[in-house]
């Protein structure tokens, strides 16, 4: 057993002793790729239905296929997560290592496309594009101010190699 102190509770780490995203980051990575997942609902469910029925309509007023591009930055992330392990190239490294600022990025084109929206703000779109708007405001303090999210995106495996000259250094 080992002996190894962890900042967080143990089962909060993977098998390769990495810290797991926790459920409001994963939640935080799913809201930024919502337009992309009610995209890909509303064409599953226009085809099936040959036509898009009224509440599938107010649907794609709130989500607009341009929206679709502040989900980018964490798709990428999302590749970078699917592919934390020690033989990791160094551009997916340092996509993780960059993590809340990929967040950021997302944020900041996520709010800058709400606000070019022409939607009326008395409408139900409106006010749900405004409160998306506080959100996105709301997850950036969270993600900048989070020491446990801090701690997740500086949590990597280490490579092969310095596996073997930390176990050498040990001998």
């Known amino acids: 057993m080992s002996t190894e102190k962890y900042k967080y509770d143990f089962m909060r780490y993977n098998s390769l002793h990495v810290l797991r995203p926790h459920a409001l980051l994963i939640v935080i990575l799913a809201y930024y790729l919502k337009d992309l997942l009610i995209a890909i609902v509303i064409a599953a469910t226009a085809i099936k239905a040959r036509g898009l029925s009224p509440e599938m309509r107010s649907l794609l007023d709130v989500s607009s296929p341009k929206m679709i591009l502040s989900g980018m930055p964490i798709m990428f992330l999302i590749y970078a997560l ?39 703000l008395e409408t139900l779109a409106g006010k749900a594009l405004l409160g998306f708007l506080f959100f996105n405001i709301t997850i950036l303090f969270y993600i900048y101010r989070s020491e446990q999210v801090s701690d997740v995106f500086a949590s990597f495996p280490d490579p092969p190699n310095q596996e073997k000259d930390s176990d050498n250094i040990s001998k």
Do not use: V
């Open 82 to 120: 699917l592919n934390r392990e020690p033989s990791a190239s160094d551009r997916i490294r340092w996509i993780w290592r960059n993590g809340r600022h990929f967040i950021l990025a997302a944020a900041l084109l996520n709010s800058l496309l709400i606000l070019s929206e022409t939607t009326p």
